[in-house]
Nanobody, 114 residues
Framework: VQLVESGGGLVQPGGSLRLSCAAS????????MRWFRQAPGKERELVAS????????TYTDSVKGRFTISRDNGKNTVYLQMNNLKPEDTAVYYC????????WGQGTQVTVSS
């Protein structure tokens, strides 16, 4: 199993970024996918999740209305569209899935700063 995140970077407050996570090595369409983030000195937190078929999504309260999780099962990819970014969104963002064990990507840095 491999999860490879991309799309992070430096953005000003109020800006947008779209993160991607390319998955391989398992039957992607069968599994829920999640985005976590970890800020310096803080615990890793669940940001958003999406069901295997893409019908059901959940978000942590701090990103509701600003972030959108989606997936393309034909491309084995999950996305996180992040709008109206705030400095407190600064973190390393990780893609996650659980098959017979937990898998993580390597993470992509998102920095929101003026």
């Amino acid at each position: 199993v491999q999860l490879v995140e991309s799309g992070g970077g430096l953005v000003q407050p109020g800006g947008s970024l779209r993160l991607s996570c390319a998955a391989s090595g398992f039957t992607f369409i069968n599994y829920d996918m999640r985005w976590f983030r970890q800020a310096p000195g803080k615990e890793r937190e669940l940001v958003a999740s999406i069901s295997s078929g893409g019908v059901s999504t959940t978000y942590t309260d701090s990103v509701k209305g600003r972030f959108t999780i989606s997936r393309d099962n034909g491309k084995n990819t999950v996305y996180l569209q992040m709008n109206n970014l705030k400095p407190e969104d600064t973190a390393v963002y990780y893609c996650n899935t659980v098959t017979w064990r937990v898998y993580w990507g390597q993470g992509t840095q998102v920095t929101v700063s003026s």
